[in-house]
């Protein structure tokens, strides 16, 4: 795959992914989505109302760098559909950042959120930055000066962001405190994943990882797997990947692989999470893990395996490598881990894939408790987030997965059927305002 990184705050056009076929997110998003429609003989009206997004902000970000010089970021917001409710997503901070991700993701949160039925349309932002050259305070000063670009259409019941890639509890903190000071008072429902002493929700940290293992395990009992010895690949070894690694290793599942953007580790006996999780702490990533052997990145995706779970980033299973992967389910923890094209050759190899607006739901659903949480000023125990989470990851699966018998199709083909007659079905009813 073409190295997209570009330099440390250098502006491109924030277009570019427009001129990279496979790779290009929202057009992977909307082959799916034009497979989806015409199964389900989408009206026209609703059909190209749905394949644009509501609103796209691009904002300039002026910042002063800790050297004394002004560096100018770009930051975008996308409100894809907001018909179903308060537009929800995360906020990224990442050198390759493009509209065409933003609006891919802000689509696929709002199939997201209707596929697990939570009352939440979709939106996504981003900040084109490398912050792990950035220090706290630069890293600070460009979420404020972002979160005040895009105040206009913050709120609770408007938009509502989320941690995504390089962007965790603190950040939402800071972005919660900024539009906290511009209204005046302080409303924690502006955001969701925010530190638990701030009206962040229990469990909501570990809910990404968590909603795969589930239905991971529904996946495997559907297909007459055991869970305990299953063998696990997982790509990337951040809140997603290592929490879902811990789980499924709790169920009884032999993660054999991991890997974070350093490199992996092979270890056929058995990796122990927990040791990797607290080897991570400690050095920041897995360089010099040492348990089992080095293996690349690329390489650990082809592993013999009964689950690979890619927790990582968009495309890394494409046309090139998808006829040579050998796990029988594919999870997919990141958001577009698998292009379009790559689709069709997994399911002629008879691939099990549980689609990302599935497989990664259990994160915006947490943050649907933290939301509902803070609103009733209510807050409800761990075991309760956990419960509820089940009910209805577990809910989801079975629904998409009888869609998927009825209409013939695949996993990723029934949870866009679902998602979208949902969306529409509210479109529908609410008509169009004039
Ligand atoms: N960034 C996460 C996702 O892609 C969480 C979004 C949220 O909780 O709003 O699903």
Redesign the pocket.
Known sequence: MADLRLPTNSIVHPDKDRFLSEVNPFEAMMARFDRAAELLDLEPGIYKVLRNPEKTIIVSIPVMMDSGEVEVFTGIRCLYNTSRGPA???IRFAPNVSIDEVKA?AAW?TW?CAVVNIPFGGAKGGVICDPLKMSMGELERVTRRYTSAIISTLGPDSD?P???VNTNERVMAWVMDTYSMHVGHTVNAVT??KPVAMGGSLGRREA?GRGCMLTTREALAHLGMPMKGATVVVQGFGNVGSIAAELMQAEGCKIIAISDRTGGWVHRKGIDVKHAMAYVQEHTTLEGYGVGEPIANEALLELECDVLLPAALENVITTKNAANIRAKVVCEGA?GPTTAGADAILDEKGVFVIPDILA?AG??TV?YFEWVQNRGGYYWSEQVVNDRLKEIMVNAFGEVLKLSSQHKVNMRTASYMLSISRVSMVHKLRGIYA
Request: overall charge positive; glycine content about 22%; aromatic content about 0%.
């Open positions: 929800k997503g995360g993701l949160m997201k509502v989320a941690p995504d969701t994943g990404t958001n990664n994160g915006v943050s």
